[in-house]
């Protein structure tokens, strides 16, 4: 079979993802070690173990998230080793990157702590992008953990970012200028599509009403001295967001959009510690 009738079969197969012709180019490209531009010019060639790419095209029928397959997601314009039992980096989540750069304008050499640090993005990317900057990230899952640690290594950023086997911030000492978090918020009745319930249900589910974990991180954020919070949350959560930290006396509370308009996190400033 050749490269250009394997790939019509495989774009066939995987008809009801959003765009088959770029998964099966992307899954033949893992397949074959190559680079798209390289499938352009081989298409007349005959393709080697086609066994072996329709196993990864079967995977994907099966639902199974496309980066998984890969073994990689791109974050920030950057590719990142992701595996089965930590959550997929979502572009959203780069508007948290963002918003945790706005706050720390002005700071040279920021002390951050991320809670649920996952495969790593928020904080790889903080590190790179403040090149002095010196964050802790816990995890309650090790396969995140070692996952977050692969790509701490691969960006050459390990030296600066700590990562912390422990739930919220146990385990964790200092004074920081910022609390960044993109905590499971989803409501466990939530109903979900197959692809998504493939990942971790502990980076899903915040709980019950989905808010928990993030209310008992803004607790817990108030009572260690760090500056100012900022989190992704759900699109429904704004209100009792606005109460968890009126609760704690933090001011300048701001919330921000994802790209379709809706509330997606938010900022705040946490009351100094005597
Ligand atoms: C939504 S994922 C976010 C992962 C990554 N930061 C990202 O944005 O892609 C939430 C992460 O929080 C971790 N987690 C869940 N409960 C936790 C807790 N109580 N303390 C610390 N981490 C927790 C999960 O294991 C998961 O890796």
């Given at each position: 079979m050749r490269i250009k009738e394997a790939l019509a079969q495989a774009r066939q197969l995987l008809s009801?993802?959003?765009n088959p012709q770029k998964e099966a180019a992307l899954l033949l490209c893992a397949h074959l070690h190559e680079e798209r531009p390289w499938l352009l010019l081989h298409e007349e060639d005959e393709l080697k173990e086609a066994q072996g790419y329709f196993a990864l095209v079967s995977r994907r029928q099966e639902h199974e998230p496309l980066e998984y397959i890969l073994g990689y997601a791109s974050f920030y314009s950057r590719d990142f080793c992701v595996h089965s039992g930590v959550l997929v980096p979502r572009p959203e989540t780069e508007l948290l990157v963002d918003e945790a750069l706005a706050l720390l304008?002005?700071?040279?050499?920021p002390r951050i702590v991320e809670v649920g640090?996952?495969?790593?993005i928020i904080s790889v990317m903080l590190a790179l992008l403040l090149p002095k900057a010196q964050i802790v990230a816990t995890d309650i899952s090790q396969a995140a953990l070692a996952n977050a640690q692969e790509n701490c290594v691969r960006f050459g950023v390990q030296e600066r970012v700590q990562l912390v086997h422990g739930a919220?911030?146990?385990?964790v000492t200092g004074v920081f200028d910022l609390l960044v978090s993109n905590p499971?918020?989803?409501?466990?009745?939530s109903l979900l599509e197959s692809h998504v319930l493939c990942e971790p249900h502990t980076a899903l589910f915040g709980g019950a009403r989905g808010d928990e974990m993030l209310v008992e991180l803004i607790w817990r954020a108030s009572q260690?001295?760090?500056?100012a919070i900022a989190c992704e949350m759900g699109y429904d959560q704004r209100a009792s967001m606005t109460q968890a930290l009126a609760r704690v006396g933090a001011t300048t509370i701001s919330f921000y959009h994802d790209l379709a308009g809706l509330d997606r996190g938010f900022s705040a400033t946490l009351k100094e510690k005597k």
């Open positions: 009801w993802v959003e304008k002005g700071c040279d050499a640090v996952g495969s790593g919220y911030l146990d385990g499971p918020y989803i409501a466990q009745s260690i001295n760090i500056a």
